[in-house]
């Protein structure tokens, strides 16, 4: 065999490695290989309900830990917990209003405009 058939299988070694690493990589980022599903899987405890950016450095996450929410803001070098023991709501549920945990959040953002 020639040097060149060598070098031609290594580099499409090496694409299809990039491929299949790269459509993992995408698979992960959809949101697809979250973890053991199923009828054995262990039920998970803590799980992120919801995320919002508030600019380019903070984000405010609502997190669910055994059926009760809490608001955290996360920045770059801190977090801080807004708000805890947020009664967790289904959907099926009518009277449940959606933006009912983050009232709190909003009055602790502007707090500091108000003389």
Do not use: C
């Not at 058939?5 to 491929?19: E, K």
């Not at 055994?66 to 801190?78: A, K, R, S």
Request: charged share 15%; glycine share 8%; proline share 6%.
């Amino acid at each position: 065999m020639e040097p060149t058939t060598y070098l031609q299988f290594f580099l499409a070694l090496i694409l299809v490695v990039g491929l299949i690493l790269g459509l993992a990589w995408v698979l992960k980022r959809v949101g697809f290989g979250g973890g053991a599903t199923g009828p054995l899987a262990r039920r998970r405890r803590l799980g992120i309900v919801e995320s919002a950016t508030l600019d380019a450095r903070h984000r405010a996450v609502l997190i669910r830990r055994d059926n009760v929410e809490h608001l955290v803001l996360i920045g770059p070098n801190t977090s801080q917990v807004i708000e805890t023991g947020i009664p967790s709501v289904t959907i099926n549920d009518p009277t449940a209003v959606t933006a009912a945990p983050f009232t709190a959040f909003s009055q602790f953002l502007n707090k500091d405009k108000q003389p």
